[in-house]
């Protein structure tokens, strides 16, 4: 797939019969990781952030262990390297999008963390993409500390211990369903150490209205009008493709609340940070947002990163041994 460059990025404000049988059993029960299927060994944390690509297994949360994905620009400062932690799609397909900040990566000396939220322990977009913060029925809050958002600031921290970072922070990537993933950790987790968020492409929002039904909007949601207005004031830029405008998208959501988002996931990202500016407008709090337009980039995680990645490094090289604002 052809890179595109830097430039191109615009801020404006605001797989015989066997076989089948082996694919349906996968689909059944997925396996734990996609390492597994591969038949890829993790190795020790240490090992993994030695340097160029790597895979551990995170443990250090109450959830289920997570298979994280990482990658070291041979030569990196690992005290000063700004770190990004990306969030997969809906593929659950971390090791591709690892290999998919690569080549951006090596280029402005980032550290890559991706964590993989497979499908046995994360299923659907509840289990992922919504955070997990409400029971599978539906019925109830689950435990904050098993959200899938709760995994993220511990893994955070273990990788900053191993590499004896001087970060402060780090900035929270994701594409598509994490796209999705990372616009409502912004809202869930206001105390989060993320210096800056960049959800690219999602495929439909939790809108910060209150008069609108979780999961489109915040109304039963678990979501204080507290939260939503402190995220007002983060460091947010919304990554959008010029030519993610397909309204037949095979994986794009078409109910009739996202519809009312817009005919695509260009519109509706355009359309989410509208309406948080209109919210902000009525309650008087500036809302400090922004767009930023990837010409020519369709729904791709390979495109979207290589204008994501100047972003990061830019951030975290002014913001280092800073906490972000809270």
């Not at 029925?137 to 001087?166: H, N």
């Not at 509706?268 to 309406?275: A, D, K, N, T």
């Amino acid at each position: 797939m052809k890179r595109l460059p830097t430039s191109c990025v615009s801020i404006v404000p605001v797989i015989a019969i066997v076989a089948m049988a082996l694919v349906l059993a996968a689909c059944e029960r997925p396996p734990v990781s996609r390492a597994e299927l591969a038949g890829i060994a993790p190795t020790s944390a240490e090992d993994a952030l030695a340097g160029g690509p790597g895979l551990f297994t995170f443990e250090g949360w109450a959830g289920p262990e997570l298979p994280v994905w990482t990658y070291l620009p041979p030569g990196v400062d690992r005290e000063t390297a700004p770190i990004v932690i990306v969030m997969h799609g809906t593929g659950r397909d971390a090791d591709r999008y690892r290999d998919e900040w690569v080549g951006p990566a090596a280029e402005h000396g980032l550290v890559v963390v991706v964590p993989e939220f497979g499908r046995r322990d994360f299923d659907g977009a509840a289990g992922y993409n919504l955070g997990h913060v409400v029971t599978d029925e539906g019925s109830g809050e689950r435990p904050p500390m098993l959200w899938s958002f709760a995994a993220i600031e511990p893994l955070f921290e273990r990788v900053r211990q191993l590499l004896d970072s001087r970060q402060a922070g780090f900035t929270l990537y994701g594409h598509s369903a994490g796209g999705q993933f990372v616009h409502r950790y912004l809202m869930y987790m206001p105390d989060a150490p993320v210096l800056r968020f960049l959800p690219a492409n999602a495929g439909w929002y939790t809108l910060p209205e209150p008069g609108v039904a979780y999961p489109y909007g915040i109304d039963g949601g678990l979501l204080p009008l507290a939260n939503v207005t402190a995220a007002f004031g983060k460091d947010v830029t919304i990554l959008l493709g010029t030519n993610d405008s397909d309204p037949e998208h095979p994986s794009l959501r078409r109910t009739p609340e996202a519809l009312a988002q817009g005919s695509h996931r260009l519109a509706r990202g355009l359309h989410f940070v509208e309406r948080a500016q209109a919210l902000g407008s009525v309650l008087g709090t500036p809302v400090r947002w922004k767009v930023a337009l990837i010409e020519g980039a369709e729904h791709s995680n390979a495109q979207m990163a290589v204008g994501a990645a100047p972003l990061v490094a830019s951030q975290l090289s002014e913001d280092l041994n800073r906490s972000p604002m809270r």
